[in-house]
């Protein structure tokens, strides 16, 4: 049977190692987690920020589409005045 630090019962020498890679994943882990914090926040401001500029636009362009369908019915619109008109000019 292998004595020392070979023997199975052991940890092979790596404990050390193992701990150190423990204490630095944990130490990166939580990096991360802060990070992810900042994101976060940035996310939540650039919605506050941009969710009604976008919203403006789309309420721009519904305008804008309303107007076009004004625009090239207007003949029907003035219609009743053109007709007064044509009778009174007869």
């Known amino acids: 049977m292998k004595e020392g630090i070979l023997a199975p019962q052991t ?3 790596s404990r050390p ?3 150190h890679l423990k204490r630095k ?3 990166i882990l ?3 987690l802060v990070g ?3 994101i976060s926040d940035g996310v939540q401001k ?3 920020v941009f969710l009604p500029v976008l919203e403006n636009a789309s309420k721009a362009q519904k305008l804008r589409t309303t107007l076009g ?3 090239r019915s207007k003949f029907f619109f003035n219609l009743p005045s053109f007709i ?3 009778i009174e000019a007869v």
Do not use: K, M, P
Request: hydrophobic share 40%; no cysteine; aromatic share 12%.
């Open 11 to 13: 940890d092979f020498a």
């Open 17 to 19: 190692l193992r701990e």
């Open 25 to 27: 994943e944990t130490h």
């Open 30 to 32: 939580a990096q991360v």
């Open 36 to 38: 992810l914090s900042y």
């Open 46 to 48: 650039a919605n506050q």
């Open 69 to 71: 369908v004004f625009e």
């Open 84 to 86: 007064i008109e044509s």
